[in-house]
């Protein structure tokens, strides 16, 4: 089912995420909480943004536990914004170009969660990638076609609405083809500058996300899973919605991949930093 | 652009083709002396057939010459009909997925060559396999789509006359929408019972492709370099045709993927055991 | 702390102990139960007799449930007798080098448990081993050491009480510069024509270590866990205790590493095949 | 026989030395020219002072030509002072340890050459590696065990002395145990403040070393084969001379294993920066 965490803020170390809390992804890797598969051990990657506008991606099959390599450069990389994850396969193989995130020009992506019965649908899902980022399609995973579907329609100009449209005709997709649970989804994405976390299900159950604001290191936390056991300090975010982090604070707003949704207004909640 | 060999026969240990001749496919993947690139180090791969209908596959990034598994599988594992490839990417990136022989049910395929300019119809390519194999569509090559496409056409009923169809089919989406050179190939394939080789190019320059007969081990070697200095003891495979090995012998005829070849008969040379 | 499986008897697949029991070896990789650590996901490797004297070796730092080769491998070889290994690492890398089983000549050994701060006494033990021997000295593990000093005391003629010393030494080493426990084993051995399996401690708490026969199959397992739920099938060894399993069925008899095993008798019970 | 460089001077992209140039370090491990083995595709490895005093290390066994982490690594990491290696291997298996760089503490260490007969005296030579230092010896080269050797004759206090006295030391292991030629020496190494570069050979076959100094960029490069074409910029490194690189720019002084040098003064030469 996998895990994930990212940052936004000032530089730190990835290994502020990775490895140094009590409840570090790599501990995460091991023994999770509160998904259903507690060892995610099929991969792990690292996206992060540091001098340029393109993220450097690391991914391997190995668990995460055991590369030194991720430790190195946990211990060495400083970033303001960067995706950490690690995989447990819903199905498709083992393989780099199958593990989280991914990364299409400066875009990054990964993602908690299923296309309901994908492997019934992949062929329809990948006919639907635009032409022009059909290059960028290198695995077999949902999580890939949704992203690359989020860019097709528009995550440039408009990365809520876009990531609503792909969701929604992920989740179409698996109502006619697939099967149950159709579409859960706790992801995080990210242009370099904003980090946006969505968490949304078919079915109302959502795989978890959750965020803290870190005053002494100047930034957000946002997880799947907390990372230490000071629960009080991490928000859980309800089902439903995306929030925007930035460099004015964060925001919430209802994920609505319906069709009311882009009918409607967007709703917004404004955090202090 | 890769080097290939496959045996077909008495049961003979694997390494009689990978490693033990003078110039093996594990040299050829250090080496080769008859093709664009001497290096071959962008993976290799296993096909063989032994106790059951499938074959074992076993395939994996490394180069090969630096693989102990390799070396123990080809020192221990003995089989009648076995496929071996030695891989130098074309494009696609280096994962096992897209490492050869592919496998599906009895079949394995092994392929020396490319589709010109495959990145622009990839997509096309893709969308033209039959959604029932779609599910085996699990890598990027040229390669795996092509042999997909064959099973499409009916490999079990008309083993020949489907790879011709398939392989004019990626020829022509070449000619549509990639660049010259629109389709080598050197390649072999298997349903575990007769071993088929087929040297075919759109413009003449088919990577090369030979055969020998092997009294006392009771088979053939089947190969795109020659895996010994003994020159005069291989046969050279004109362009155009497809040779059949089997428990008869082998018989030669030609490969013509255009509407000509299928409207025509078929013409035959069966050769002494 | 590890897991492993041998079998011997009739040939069979090797699938029959990695992959098909419900329990299985790759089950056990996921989730052991008798053992401190539940995931064992550092590597594993098999060891098998089949055509030569020397078995053949195929290991890998993968989960054992993820690889694809391993499964390929299992469903296509059988052999009589062959050993089989997930590893849960005790400190030392992880690397093709570190995974077991170990091999050396027509000799094969596989080990779970540990030498007690073996950190402290690494430097000695590598100078323990013989010189002639030292060249297969190939990772870092206590496992490799003991067996390797197992050799060095002449496995070949006296395939138990050469195994008894080198516990013995390393038990010392540990008592001397390392830390409790000092030897915990349960540990596995063949020469291709016998089976040896050993459950020992120096402090009463060996890890565990059962075998069934299988009259069916002609042949029996030895697992440090069941490979099922049929929990009455299976017998559990004693610590302290060594069987050999050959042609003409199993005998047990003390494994007694101290000096006073040496000097007295050995005492041994023939169960009927 | 492998091929590396290093750069000391301002931050620069790792991609500066290992993929950009003409001649880079991968286009070196694809087709060396100046060294015996064309093709280093047996692993490859960097090491990079960044934010600590410890470097990072990353280390693969893939052809560097092909690891996509590589390629992000190089894009996206600015270092004052690292160590790039592809290796070609002399022996010793083919396995993340040992891929150079070696890393202890702050010091990092890479080789090309060669200890001759080395597995006959590898024994000896792992036997002389201090205690303290065992537990670094990870693989199985002669280069890991002529670092540590080094540092345990006190790299910190006298980077030059202790090298020498190392380097002569295995050569003599080599004269007494092993074959010739007994030590060919083309090596860098740093503390991250200064790099050293040694060009040794007991049989004045010593591996080609160059520098060259970038005054765009503040500082140099220093190589065992020229990165580009533009040979009157790059000054060869004479044999038996080691040179030091730091903040006031490169001196150069002999390199001399034996005991006279001990004996005797320091000559040293100061270039301009």
């Not at 059909?134 to 890939?144: F, I, K, L, Q």
């Not at 992203?147 to 876009?162: E, N, T, V």
């Amino acid at each position: 089912m996998c895990r994930w965490a990212a940052w936004i803020g000032k530089p730190i170390f990835l290994e502020e995420i990775i490895s140094r809390p009590d409840h570090s992804l790599i501990a995460q890797s091991r023994r999770a909480e509160e998904c259903k598969t507690a060892i995610n051990a099929d991969g792990f990657g690292v996206a992060w943004y540091a001098h340029r506008a393109e993220p450097g991606l690391y991914r391997d099959v190995h668990p995460a536990w055991s590369d030194s390599n991720l430790a190195a450069l946990a211990g060495q990389v400083r970033s303001p914004l960067f995706l950490v994850h690690v995989r447990a396969s819903t199905g498709s193989a083992i393989s780099r170009n199958n593990c989280h995130p991914f990364a299409v020009g400066r875009w990054s992506f990964m993602h908690n969660g299923q296309v309901g019965g994908f492997d019934q649908c992949r062929k329809l899902a990948d006919m639907a990638i635009p032409d022009d980022l059909y290059g960028d399609r290198r695995g077999a995973t949902d999580s890939e076609a949704l992203f690359l579907r989020s860019i097709g329609y528009g995550l440039d100009k408009a990365p809520i609405a876009a990531m609503e449209r792909a969701v929604m005709e992920m989740q179409k997709l698996s109502e006619r083809f697939g099967s149950t649970p159709h579409l859960r989804c706790s992801a995080a994405y990210s242009d370099g500058q904003q980090l946006y976390a969505v968490r949304y299900a078919s079915d109302d159950c959502a795989p978890t996300l959750y965020y803290r604001h870190c005053p002494k290191r100047c930034g957000y936390m946002v997880v799947s899973e907390p990372l230490d056991e000071m629960r009080e300090s991490w928000q859980e975010v309800p089902q439903g919605r995306v929030l925007t982090f930035g460099a004015t604070g964060v925001t919430s707003a209802p994920f609505l991949p319906d069709a009311s949704r882009r009918a409607g207004g967007m709703v917004s909640t404004q955090y202090a930093t």
